[in-house]
């Protein structure tokens, strides 16, 4: 059966390095998210990606974060200068219709 | 207020017993999604909603558009059930964005 997958599992950083967040949608799904959760609280939405552009994006996506899908497969969450409050997990999901499907998270650790 | 509530926030059973969540939400909204996270910390999809009810299984999900209710039930539940389930909604005026509530955390016991 076709799943999201995303990589790396876990990623450590110092704070105000970047890093790269990696996933594969389900290859003929249309609409991309990511979506994070800090430990202990509940699952936020970050942005939303359709046609290669933002289609929606919350007021915790700001100027330190950026979307892409480089190639047509990969999806790739970007966070330009790290704080110690972006250590979370972090999820894409994606879908072609009304249910999404989430990928297994990227645990980010940022020191 | 949140607009996705949940209850119980914690639910301890035993083994065999029934199950019941339920949530709340104060929006208009297109679709309901019940999802199911383990310690891991990944994230299931159980079941997606507009109407009515479904069933997979042990885990029924119904839902009432009128009443901004759904619930998630868990015939003869078992231990590998213990995990956190969420509800978490598509509102009609958000574009495709789920909201999502803070979770129930289930531990069955043997």
């Known amino acids: ?111 | 207020k949140n607009e996705v509530e949940q209850s119980p926030q914690n639910l301890t059973a035993q083994e065999g017993e029934f199950i019941t969540i339920n949530c709340s939400y104060s929006v208009g909204i297109s679709a309901l999604h019940w999802l199911q996270q383990h310690p891991g910390g990944g994230i299931v999809s159980l079941f997606m909603l507009s109407s009515g009810k479904k069933k997979h299984g042990r885990l029924i999900a119904t839902i009432n558009i009128q009443e901004k209710h759904s619930s998630l039930h868990i015939t003869a539940s078992h231990p590998r059930d213990s995990a956190v389930y969420i509800c978490a909604v598509k509102a009609e005026t958000s574009g495709s964005r789920l909201t999502f509530g803070e979770g129930t955390q289930l531990t069955v016991n043997p």
């Open chain 1, 1 to 111: 059966e076709p799943e999201v997958t995303q990589t790396p599992s876990h990623q450590v950083t110092q704070m105000g390095q970047e890093v790269i967040l990696r996933c594969v949608p389900i290859s003929n799904h249309l609409y991309f998210y990511w979506y994070r959760q800090i430990l202990g609280q509940k699952v936020e939405f970050l942005v939303s990606f359709y046609n290669n552009e933002i289609s929606e994006k919350s007021e915790i996506f700001d100027d330190q974060f950026s979307v892409e899908r480089p190639d047509g497969s990969n999806f790739t969450l970007k966070i330009r200068s790290t704080k110690l409050e972006d250590s979370a997990m972090y999820f894409c999901a994606s879908n072609i219709r009304l249910e999404q499907f989430f990928g297994p998270g990227t645990r980010l650790t940022v020191l």
